[in-house]
């Protein structure tokens, strides 16, 4: 065995220690929690010089995964973390790696793939990858994340098939544990193998191939490739696993099974719930039931003959899964149930989704479960049906609703029409739109927004991208909006704001619709470096809404990750300062300047240190928009939580700013430069 | 190794401990030190794991720590539900948050607050134990340390770390702060209140909570919609969850309106975040 040392990790500082001891070569990364601080700790040892590898973080999990896809096909060795959905954005590319053969490792600290939106575990989006050709390796502690992560890249090279290390978002990403690495980091590499095998690279000049081709009938024959590639990986696993073992002490094989070998009940659940389940199993085999777990190591390839071994003189399997297939049996339990009807016994196959949206499965989770299979089908009567739900809850039917507020009348919030000048005191008494919230003291988005909204009359419409702002406003079962509200997802408000005021215009034109209404977008800078597709395309159809930027430097809701519209130098948890790296490498976007190619008719920026420029800018964005045209306008926002600055500086930060370095004076006069000049020349 | 003896042990051979805290009041960083002493110093195993979501400063939060003797298998994630050992940082969570759901007999609770520990029994309506008190936020400011040095200083103390260790280790996480954390740290120790309770039949056991609230499936409107009228959140009036609030004095008021330019909290004048950014 070799040399190991006791450390401290989470299930993502795990992850990136293994990245670091493997030495990849390149990493592409966009953040999502909870998998996000995988490429944050890569980055600090990239910082500090400890490691050598390319780190690009990219405008979407997309970008993310294609850059690795470069980095792959130029022979790299290449790796990236997602979650949830930004595993569904990167889908178009990842079953296109298993079809280009290329060996990448993908870390997944899973995560429910849902709206309405809830950022905790569920195995939706593991379950979305089972049929991309990736190698699939389950870790259910922080322990088998470090150790899966290097066997996978072993696999993945052996048999020229991406992997996928899954583990649980939260209870494993998050949890600390006492754990066991290796010490010296070439160790690693010499299981890995200090070079990839030999595969077609890009770069090769002198003898050149043609990759991603365009492929008619024989796309068929690249599938038999796949499947053959997994049965190669199905083989070859358990040699993997014994070498490690001899390294590690740390043996790992298709299935972890623990209990009675002759169980006559078993529970299969996947990940950190099987670890809970053990503490059930020692207590029922105490009680002298005969019961075991089984929980997968390996997904894909689906090890359907060592199952088969492990279950088939098993009376009653529960197949608990994090995740449900609406309208079916869950997707384990069919897997399980098709590798049974092999067996001449006729086992019976329970199905139960548990867990969805973080919810803690714990010992005695587990032992109601293995009771319910026992039982069955002597058990209550909404647990006798084949799929259910454990922890979901009905809600009180009697229960009935009291109005608190009642709808703001368009005359309510009508104070600026017609008016050249508006008295501060008259907007003060204006009706919030927009009610308690939970955004830290000093937020500068509120401020910003309030402001603003003093000047729109009428009615209002919001749309807003995921981030603080939806965040600490909507916590189920509570609103703050006054005013309908639609969140729907990551970077896509405008683009739904577009199908929205589409049929808006149609209600209008067809007499069915009396008010006005005025939309408005909401978004962070992070919105529009993913969304910046959709802001160009609704600014291209000059789409009659107004989008907000709140620009706070930084992806301020899932931990201060890099957004480009960040300061040159500017630090953030994925861009460290150290010896290596200073912060961000590039100077700011300047997003209205992006927009400007598009002609929309009304760019502005502005902030909460000059509120009746804030204000005059609202009052022309309504008319603006009234008009039929699209208005962007950006907000310079505080972010005390994240620039670490005293709440009450907040907008005193933004008035009277703390001085700039050179580097940025010097680019910021730059562009004034140009604008001075676009101005002083109107052909321009 | 140092001799150390767990002061609980479950069924399975844990020492649960709970943090309750605020956003931002530092309870994450105090575990993590914690647990890093637990390991490094004393050689004992367990896990630390947070209630995470997405808190904002503000906005109350969990984090538990379990120990246990190397060698007993680590399974459970997730926070306690079974705290033997409870530490609330600040008072209006033991008036908010069903703090005593899962509290196992015997228990140790350590609060921050002004009042007596009689007082917070029946507050906190605890079975069985040892409650200690401190005005943690005053020692916090006296010392210009941060609200979780006090609190980890009591923790530390009744888990029976061995002091030097603990201070050795803060010294080594925050070196600029050092002074004014060890100064929280000894002040924290010695101005705690102590006082143990006995069983009493109107302070029964309480099992932990199981999630669930009036709105399920059954009753949630399609796509899980909310009805704005009944389910809007209307500012309250309420403790400040964070420091200091500004008084509004109406006879001085000039009617400007000034002060509500920068408030990022509609109808501040009856709930307030305090950010100050208004005076």
């Known amino acids: 065995m070799l040399d190991q040392q006791t450390i401290i990790s989470s299930g993502n500082e795990a992850a990136a220690h293994a990245i670091i001891d493997i030495g990849y070569d390149g990493e592409g990364y966009y953040p999502i929690t909870p998998s996000s601080e995988v490429g944050e700790y890569v980055n600090r040892a990239y910082a500090q010089g400890e490691i050598d590898l390319s780190f690009v973080v990219g405008t979407s999990e997309l970008a993310a995964i294609s850059t690795v896809a470069g980095m792959a096909i130029a022979g790299g060795r290449a790796v990236d973390v997602t979650s949830s959905q930004g595993l569904l954005l990167k889908a178009e590319e990842l079953p296109a790696l298993a079809g280009l053969g290329l060996p990448v490792v993908l870390n997944l600290a899973t995560r429910d793939v849902n709206a309405p939106l809830n950022i905790k575990n569920g195995h939706s989006d593991l379950a979305a990858t089972l049929g991309w050709g990736w190698v699939t390796l389950c870790a259910p502690t922080v322990q088998a994340v470090y150790d899966l992560n290097i066997i996978a890249l072993k696999i993945a090279e052996a048999v020229n098939l991406p992997a996928l290390v899954a583990y649980d978002g939260f209870h494993t990403s998050h949890a600390n544990r006492r754990i066991k690495v290796f010490t010296d980091r070439r160790a690693v590499r010499e299981f890995i193998g200090p070079e990839p095998p030999r595969r077609l690279s890009l770069l090769d000049v002198k003898h050149p191939h043609t990759f991603g081709p365009y492929m008619n009938d024989d796309l068929i024959n690249t599938k038999v490739l796949i499947d053959q590639k997994m049965e190669k990986a199905l083989k070859l696993l358990p040699r993997i696993f014994e070498e490690y073992a001899q390294l590690s002490g740390r043996r790992y094989q298709f299935l972890e099974v623990y209990g009675a070998p002759d169980a006559q009940v078993a529970l299969f659940i996947l990940n950190s719930a099987a670890e809970a389940s053990k503490v059930a199993v020692d207590r029922l085999r105490q009680e002298g039931r005969s019961v075991k777990l089984v929980s997968p190591t390996v997904l894909r390839p689906w090890p359907a003959d060592t199952i088969l071994q492990t279950l088939f003189s098993v009376d009653r399997i529960l197949v608990a899964e994090r995740v449900s297939q609406y309208g079916a049996n869950n997707y384990l339990a069919n897997e399980v149930g098709a590798v049974l009807q092999r067996s001449a016994d006729h086992n019976l196959i329970l199905s139960r989704t548990y867990g969805i949206g973080g919810l803690n499965f714990y010992p005695e989770d587990a032992e109601y479960l293995f009771r319910l299979a026992l039982n069955f089908p002597n058990v209550p009567d909404h647990e006798k049906r084949w799929k259910g739900y454990y922890q979901a809850w009905a809600g009180d039917r009697d229960a009935r609703p009291v109005a608190k507020t009642a709808p703001i009348s368009s005359a309510e919030v009508t104070r600026n029409a017609g008016k050249d000048r508006v008295d501060l005191r008259e907007l003060a008494d204006m009706p919030h739109r927009i009610e308690k919230h939970s955004a830290c003291p000093g937020c500068g988005l509120f401020s910003n927004l309030e402001m603003f909204l003093r000047g729109i009359d009428g009615q209002v419409v919001f749309f807003f991208n995921t981030g603080c702002g939806m965040l600490v406003t909507t916590g189920f079962p509570s609103t703050s909006f006054r005013v309908p509200y639609f969140h729907n997802l990551f970077h896509n408000a405008t683009s739904t704001a577009t199908g929205a005021i589409e049929m808006y215009q149609r209600l209008r034109r067809q007499g069915k619709m009396d008010d006005e209404i005025t939309f408005i977008v909401v978004t962070g800078d992070g919105g529009d470096d993913i969304g910046m597709d959709q802001v160009i395309g609704a600014a291209l159809r000059n789409d009659p809404m107004i989008v907000l930027e709140y620009d706070n430097k930084g992806y301020m809701n899932t931990g201060g990750q890099l957004c480009y519209t960040g300061l040159l130098g500017q630090r953030f948890t994925n861009a460290n300062v150290g010896p290596k790296q200073k912060g961000k490498l590039q100077h700011h976007k300047d997003i209205v300047e992006i927009l400007r190619g598009t002609h929309a008719p009304y760019l502005f920026q502005a902030a909460e240190s000059n509120f009746r420029d804030l204000l005059m800018k609202a009052r022309k964005a309504q008319k603006m928009v009234r008009e039929g045209d699209f208005v962007f306008g950006r907000f310079f926002s505080p972010c005390p939580l994240n620039w670490g600055s005293d709440p009450r500086m907040g907008f005193r930060i933004v008035d009277k700013f703390a001085p700039v370095t050179e580097a940025i004076q010097q680019e910021v006069d730059r562009r004034w430069r140009r604008l001075v000049e676009m101005d002083a020349n109107p052909a321009l | ?279």
């Open chain 2, 1 to 279: 190794m140092l001799e150390y003896r767990l002061p609980y042990q479950d069924g399975l051979g844990f020492t649960n401990i709970l943090l309750t805290a605020l956003g931002g009041d530092g309870a994450n960083m105090a575990a993590k030190l914690l647990f890093k002493i637990a390991v490094e110093a004393l050689n004992l195993d367990g896990g630390y794991d947070a209630k995470y979501g997405s808190e904002k400063t503000g906005t109350p939060t969990d984090v538990s720590i379990r120990l246990c003797l190397y060698g007993t298998p680590v399974r459970e994630s997730g926070p306690t539900r079974r705290p033997h050992m409870l530490s609330v940082f600040r008072e209006t969570l033991v008036l908010t948050q069903n703090l005593v759901a899962g509290l196992q007999a015997d228990a140790t609770v350590m609060v921050n607050t002004t009042k007596g520990p009689s007082e917070i029994r029946e507050l906190l309506r605890l079975p069985s134990g040892k409650i200690l008190t401190l005005d943690a936020t005053r020692i916090a400011t006296e010392t210009q340390s941060r609200l979780n040095m006090p609190m980890l200083a009591v923790l530390a103390h009744q888990l029976g770390f061995p002091g030097e260790i603990v201070k050795e280790a803060i010294g080594k996480q925050w070196p600029r702060a050092k002074e004014a954390n060890l100064a929280a740290f000894e002040m924290a120790v010695g101005r705690a209140r102590s006082e143990r309770f006995e069983p009493h039949p109107e302070y029964p056991l309480v099992e932990p909570a199981r999630v669930s609230s009036p709105v399920g499936y059954a009753n949630m409107l399609n796509g899980g919609a909310i009805d704005a009228f009944s389910n809007i959140s209307i500012p309250e009036r309420g403790a400040p969850p964070l420091g200091r609030v500004p008084v509004f004095a109406a006879e001085h008021c000039s009617h400007c309106g000034l002060c509500l330019v920068p408030c990022p909290d509609p109808g501040a004048i009856v709930y307030c975040k305090g950010c100050m950014q208004c005076v």
